[in-house]
């Protein structure tokens, strides 16, 4: 297979053997390493989803694929251009309670802190409590919550009550993101209840944008 075929398909088989050979010939061939996510990791990463949801492929293969990407993407993170623009803001990153997806949520932090945000990522299955505890904690700018499954689509929406009955929107503009969002349930439906900013971000650029908009 040519090599851009063959990235692709090792996240589709979860084949990880000579995965950094092909990264590094990628990148000597001139692919930027963003570039060899989105346009081809990612693209597998897809079709595996494709593929889970049609049943054509079992839970625990879905997990080696996941696994291949997460190594893919931590060998290339060193070769990511950063910008010298440090201190921009600060964001506290969670995966919301109840769901463990954080591939997307990880490309996030990587994005917004190579290009001058602080992130403060505090992982996956995380209650409101501890997102917010967090956010005081570190004085954050802003929160980030990430979520794939459509019942953390209600979980979202569950904690942007929770902040607003606590009175603590104005304080912290809130980005979403993750597949089961969409922008019309965000803004339709999320804005109505929370008295802040709410954002929703279809990819981690837009994330990134987002947090440049809000700190502007
Ligand atoms: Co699961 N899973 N999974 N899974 N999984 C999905 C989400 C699913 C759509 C697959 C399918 O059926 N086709 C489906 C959800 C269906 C639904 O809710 N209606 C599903 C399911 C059902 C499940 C389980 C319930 C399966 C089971 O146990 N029977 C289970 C759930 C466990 C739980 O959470 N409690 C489960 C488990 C897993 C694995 C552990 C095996 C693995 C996750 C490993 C990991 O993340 N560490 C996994 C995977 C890999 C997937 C798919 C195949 C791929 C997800 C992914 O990483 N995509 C996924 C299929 C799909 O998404 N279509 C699927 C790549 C990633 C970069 O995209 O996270 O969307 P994404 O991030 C994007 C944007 O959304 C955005 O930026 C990123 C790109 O730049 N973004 C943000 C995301 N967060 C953001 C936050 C922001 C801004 C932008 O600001 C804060």
């Given at each position: 297979l040519p090599l851009e075929e063959r990235l692709k398909r090792r996240i589709i088989d979860g084949e990880r053997n000579g995965l950094e050979a092909d990264l590094d010939t990628a990148m000597a061939e001139g692919r930027a390493p963003l570039s060899i996510i989105n346009d081809l990791l990612l693209d597998g990463m897809k079709v595996v989803g494709e593929l889970f949801g049609s049943g054509q492929m079992q839970l625990p293969f879905v997990l080696q694929s996941a696994e291949v990407m997460k190594t893919a993407v931590a060998y290339l993170e060193p070769h990511m251009e950063r910008a010298?623009?440090?201190?921009k803001g600060r964001i506290v990153l969670a995966t919301v309670k109840g769901d463990v997806h954080d591939i997307g949520k990880n490309l996030v932090d990587i994005i917004l802190s190579n290009n001058g945000y602080d992130v403060v990522n505090i992982g996956i299955k995380q209650p409101i409590n501890a997102i917010l505890d967090a956010a005081e904690e570190h004085r954050a700018d802003a929160i980030g919550m990430s979520g794939l499954l459509v019942k953390s689509t209600v979980i979202m929406k569950e904690n942007l009550a929770e902040m607003a009955s606590r009175g603590v929107a104005e304080r912290w503009p809130v980005l979403l993101g993750g597949a089961a969002l969409t922008r019309a349930y965000v803004e339709d439906d999320l804005r109505s209840i929370y008295p802040g900013q709410v954002h929703y971000a279809r990819d981690a650029f837009e994330g990134l944008s987002l947090m440049d908009r809000v700190m502007a």
């Amino acid at each position: 297979l040519p090599l851009e075929e063959r990235l692709k398909r090792r996240i589709i088989d979860g084949e990880r053997n000579g995965l950094e050979a092909d990264l590094d010939t990628a990148m000597a061939e001139g692919r930027a390493p963003l570039s060899i996510i989105n346009d081809l990791l990612l693209d597998g990463m897809k079709v595996v989803g494709e593929l889970f949801g049609s049943g054509q492929m079992q839970l625990p293969f879905v997990l080696q694929s996941a696994e291949v990407m997460k190594t893919a993407v931590a060998y290339l993170e060193p070769h990511m251009e950063r910008a010298d623009d440090d201190g921009k803001g600060r964001i506290v990153l969670a995966t919301v309670k109840g769901d463990v997806h954080d591939i997307g949520k990880n490309l996030v932090d990587i994005i917004l802190s190579n290009n001058g945000y602080d992130v403060v990522n505090i992982g996956i299955k995380q209650p409101i409590n501890a997102i917010l505890d967090a956010a005081e904690e570190h004085r954050a700018d802003a929160i980030g919550m990430s979520g794939l499954l459509v019942k953390s689509t209600v979980i979202m929406k569950e904690n942007l009550a929770e902040m607003a009955s606590r009175g603590v929107a104005e304080r912290w503009p809130v980005l979403l993101g993750g597949a089961a969002l969409t922008r019309a349930y965000v803004e339709d439906d999320l804005r109505s209840i929370y008295p802040g900013q709410v954002h929703y971000a279809r990819d981690a650029f837009e994330g990134l944008s987002l947090m440049d908009r809000v700190m502007a």
